[in-house]
T-cell receptor
Framework: QKEVEQDPGPLSVPEGAIVSLNCTYS??????FMWYRQYSRKGPELLMY????GNKEDGRFTAQVDKSSKYISLFIRDSQPSDSATYLC????????????FGAGTRLFVKA | DGGITQSPKYLFRKEGQNVTLSCEQN?????MYWYRQDPGQGLRLIYY???????QKGDIAEGYSVSREKKESFPLTVTSAQKNPTAFYLC???????????FGNGTRLTVT
């Protein structure tokens, strides 16, 4: 079993839809949670960085962490064609040293 | 603007040749990392370095080598011993090990 599970998609939605992206994890040592956006042939760019359970909002993006269920989500409101990218979840935990583990990424297509 | 510069963007080599990928950062970050990205597999850690003149193997270090002679630079050599070197290589850095990674825009290496 992978430490972080993420549905690879692809996920296709119409412009203006609310998008929900999710990851589950198995290691309770994970303390910090991140979402990255990666456009084709580019490096990942950090969208959201959270520590505690609950919600964090930044513009059209909301990150949600539920440590009791070991589940994190990223919501995108009013999705735009420019949101079409691969979204990677990532987690940092201390297991004999801090380590960042990535999900495999979900490909999102937003149709105009 | 601070950031991470990877060069070249595309690299083509014949099988059996060693090749070195460049990574330079001006973020004044202590820690630097090399990841490999393959379709559907997420990011896998090759090597990382927390300080100058020190580095550690990641999960898939076989067939790769690195050096860290300056804080700003962390070049990766893909040797002829790497069995499947064609991939997208990403360099990253962090201020501390529990901070989110900042990525360069990657080098696409194709070996034929």
């Amino acid at each position: 079993q992978k430490e972080v599970e993420q549905d690879p998609g692809p996920l296709s939605v119409p412009e203006g839809a609310i998008v929900s992206l999710n990851c589950t994890y198995s290691n309770s040592a994970f303390q910090y949670f991140m979402w990255y956006r990666q456009y084709s042939r580019k490096g990942p760019e950090l969208l959201m960085y959270t520590y505690s359970s609950g919600n964090k909002e930044d513009g059209r993006f909301t990150a949600q962490v539920d440590k009791s269920s070991k589940y994190i989500s990223l919501f995108i409101r009013d999705s735009q064609p420019s949101d079409s990218a691969t979204y990677l979840c990532a987690m940092i935990g201390y297991t004999g040293g801090f380590k960042t583990i990535f999900g495999a990424g979900t490909r999102l297509f937003v149709k105009a | 603007d601070g950031g991470i510069t990877q060069s070249p963007k595309y690299l083509f080599r014949k099988e059996g040749q060693n090749v070195t990928l460049s990574c330079e950062q001006n973020l004044n970050h202590d820690a630097m990392y090399w990841y490999r990205q393959d379709p559907g597999q997420g990011l896998r850690l090759i090597y990382y370095s927390q300080i100058v003149n020190d580095f550690q193997k990641g999960d898939i270090a076989e067939g790769y080598s690195v050096s860290r002679e300056k804080k700003e630079s962390f070049p990766l050599t893909v040797t002829s011993a790497q069995k499947n070197p064609t991939a997208f290589y990403l360099c990253a850095s962090t201020r501390t090990r529990n901070s989110p990674l900042h990525f360069g825009n990657g080098t696409r290496l194709t070996v034929t």
